[in-house]
């Protein structure tokens, strides 16, 4: 089975732009997470999406969001880019069920300038 | 709140020897399962090992086992025969599934192996 795919690796955007991360999960995970590292904050939790529906949320402000589509890829969006989201997205996948763990992505390094 | 700490920021260690990373956690759950995951300069996060709260045994895997301590809330990583492979950040992980999933990290500790 491939891994889970993040897209793009390295992306830099302009403070008030706008952003989209995509992951694709492996082939039967319906839950996909979604993380932010930084070396102030460390991992985060932002989201998890499982069969297109946002199950929790992290205590992240308004400008991240996300979805998930049909297929269980899932996108997410930051808004009104400031210079503190600069950081590693990672995203993760992981089956349905107690015992499984999260599967994770190489991640997207958004720097913004 | 559940929380996960990892009080050594960095750890060294000469290969082929055996290193111990340490973390706590504090959770008020019976049931959850607790992960040691290693981050290289490739930033792909690795599961390396992982325990399930109910089970007493510590889990082991090749060079990899772990001090499980429920009482103490306290879950520590050894390394045998440390490679020059095994450096790298490596976090420890605490989950519980609630309806949905959410890993809650420690800070993250820094494996240096010297040659």
């Known amino acids: 089975k491939a891994g889970v795919t993040q897209t793009p690796r390295y992306l830099i955007k302009t403070r008030g732009q706008q952003v989209t991360l995509s992951c694709s999960p492996i082939?039967?995970?319906?839950?996909v997470s979604w993380y932010q590292q930084t070396p102030g904050q460390g991992l985060q939790f932002l989201f998890e999406?499982?069969?297109?529906?946002?199950?929790n949320k992290g205590n992240f402000p308004g400008r991240f969001s996300g979805r998930q589509f049909s297929n269980s890829r899932s996108e997410m969006n930051v808004s009104t880019l400031e210079l503190g989201d600069s950081a590693l997205y990672l995203c993760?996948?992981?089956?349905?069920?107690?015992?499984?763990?999260?599967?994770f992505g190489q991640g997207t390094r958004l720097t913004v300038v | 709140a559940q929380t996960v700490t990892q009080s050594q920021p960095e750890m060294s260690v000469q290969e082929a020897e055996t290193v111990t990373l340490s973390c706590t956690y504090d959770?008020?759950?019976?049931?959850?399962?607790l992960f040691w995951y290693k981050q290289p300069p490739s930033r792909q996060m690795i599961l390396v090992i992982r325990?399930?709260?109910?089970?007493?045994q510590n889990a082991t895997e090749n060079r990899f086992s772990v001090n499980f301590q429920k009482a103490a809330k306290s879950f520590s990583l050894k390394i045998s025969d440390s490679q020059l492979g095994d450096a790298a950040m490596y976090f420890c992980?605490?989950?519980?599934?609630?309806?949905?999933?959410?890993?809650?990290f420690g800070t993250g500790t820094r494996l240096k192996v010297l040659a």
């Open positions: 993760a996948s992981r089956e349905e069920g107690s015992n499984t763990e999260a599967f």
């Open positions: 992980a605490y989950d519980v599934f609630s309806g949905t999933y959410k890993y809650i």
């Open positions: 082939s039967g995970h319906r839950s």
């Open positions: 999406y499982f069969s297109e529906t946002q199950r």
């Open positions: 959770t008020s759950e019976s049931d959850y399962y």
């Open positions: 325990q399930e709260a109910y089970k007493q």
